[in-house]
């Protein structure tokens, strides 16, 4: 008979929360309230390495006593191998990432960044103690609330991060996600405070929002914080000849249209994180599961199906803007995306290679959709490291 108190229920509390977690690395949830898991779980796989273990350790000390025991330790092996995975194929991710690079800005492309901007890049893709510490925090200067305009009298504001001292730097516009419908030029700050600590200016800019406005309203709003930071380059300290534009999710959609219209304003790079790129593709062929719903995501956008609005669908997709003579393109997506599935990114890739254009996709084997909402998870430790490289390059 098993005592249900002390020793024997922190042992069972430690290896049913070490499994339970650990499962949503390899599952994907149906749901909208438990997708946080899917997204999460591998992000903070060192952290259920080390649950996994010491339910291990607690239960072999038990071993002995009887089945109770031993199926304790199985149930924390199972937890251990899948908290496992992600580091399991990261050096493997590594070579593939360092490959495409190489492949897409050329062999020895990093001897073309100055020293100066160098020295400043993570040196390392992945560094354990940071999944648990955080990534360390630099200076920056910081100016939220800048108005840039108030279409249908919506008071529309950008966020400005700036290096810590006076200058003229390269600038990264970016454009939040949120599937249209939500979202804030203060959405992922730790970002934009991490590249200003570095040298570049970015400015986080809104948009107005679905169901009450729909395309192209949103895409209107990125053109008009384009044009409002050319206007003001020289005050916001950006060199206009030195500008990328950054997205996730609905905001990368945008950056996307933005930067591949035939008017577009120049730009010298686009960083694409796991944004929709064939609406009516995504439409037609949604995940499984599919935990946001993503068609209801798309008509809430849009307005209606593809059926009823055909010309909307193919005007909102970047896909259908590929052309020659496009920004080089940074692709960043998860494989086991269930709401901007990867092979959507992979589509796009392959036609801008057969325009005659630079992209280089990353797909991280085991990351989920807005994976990098975890800034020192694992997935989000790869993908900067390499993110940092290619817009160091596009804007040397």
């Known amino acids: 008979m098993i005592n249900w108190t002390g020793y024997p229920l922190l042992a069972l509390l430690l290896s049913a929360t070490g499994l339970f977690l650990s499962i949503w690395i390899v599952i994907t949830a149906p749901i909208r309230v438990l997708f946080p898991l899917s997204v999460g779980a591998p992000e903070v796989s060192p952290w259920l390495i080390g649950l996994n273990t010491l339910a291990i350790l607690l239960s072999l000390a038990q071993i002995q006593a009887g089945w109770f025991w031993r199926g304790l330790v199985g149930c924390s092996l199972v937890g251990l191998l899948l908290s496992s995975l992600p ?13 495409n690079l190489e492949h897409g800005l050329g062999m020895g492309y990093l001897a073309k960044i100055p020293a100066a901007i160098r020295i400043q890049m993570r040196p390392r893709i992945f560094v354990l103690t940071e999944v648990f510490t955080g990534i360390a925090a630099r200076s920056w200067r910081y100016t939220p ?5 108030a279409p249908d009298g919506v008071p529309l504001t950008m966020d400005m991060y700036r290096p810590p001292t006076k200058g003229q730097y390269p600038g990264i516009v970016v454009i939040y996600g949120g599937a249209w419908r939500s979202g804030s030029p203060t959405d992922n700050a730790t970002f934009n405070r991490y590249m200003a600590a570095r040298g570049y200016t970015v400015v986080a800019i809104s948009y107005r929002l679905a169901p009450h406005y729909r395309f192209p309203a949103q895409l209107e709003d990125v053109n008009a914080a384009l044009t409002f930071i050319r206007q003001h380059a020289a005050e916001y300290e950006i060199d206009i000849n030195r500008m990328a534009i950054l997205g996730r999710s609905a905001g990368a959609h945008l950056a996307m249209l933005a930067a591949y219209q035939p008017n577009a304003l120049p730009l010298q790079a686009v960083v694409n994180y796991y944004g929709p790129l064939d609406l009516r593709g995504g439409y037609q062929d949604p995940p499984s ?14 307005g209606g199906t593809p059926d009823e609005l055909p010309t909307q669908y193919q005007l909102a997709s970047p896909i259908h803007f590929v052309r020659s003579g496009l920004p080089p393109t940074l692709l960043v997506y998860g494989s086991r995306d269930h709401v901007v599935q990867a092979k959507f990114g992979r589509q796009l890739r392959d036609r801008l290679h057969a325009s005659g254009n630079t992209a280089i996709m990353l797909e991280i084997p085991w990351a ?8 020192s998870g694992v997935s989000n430790q790869l993908a900067l490291y390499y993110t940092e490289r290619f817009l160091a390059w596009a804007l040397r």
């Open 87 to 99: 580091l399991l194929q990261l050096p493997t991710t590594n070579q593939q990432f360092a490959a």
């Open 145 to 149: 609330g800048i108005q840039f305009a």
């Open 289 to 302: 599961p599919d935990p946001l719903k993503v068609r209801d995501i798309l008509k809430t956008f849009i």
């Open 368 to 375: 989920e959709h807005a994976f990098d909402a975890i800034f």
